[in-house]
């Protein structure tokens, strides 16, 4: 988590490191890759390390 590079580094000071984030990504592109599928993933999670950025402003449906 040194370089700060999503996703999961704003967890990095958990217990597990922030290790739980870089394993539901790996998941995510082993069930693209295996589909042949594009895929969305859509989560609750807020923080810059998830969440694709234009502008400095998070993509969102919905109310903030």
């Not at 217990?15 to 609750?44: C, K, M, Q, Y």
């Amino acid at each position: 988590m040194e370089h700060k590079i999503p996703p999961g580094y704003k967890d990095a000071d958990k217990s597990d490191g922030g290790v739980g984030d870089l394993l539901i990504w790996w998941t995510i592109l082993d069930l693209a890759r295996e589909h042949n599928r594009p895929l969305i993933f859509v989560t609750g999670d807020r923080k810059a390390d998830w969440q694709h950025r234009s502008d400095k402003k998070g993509f969102s449906l919905g109310a903030n």
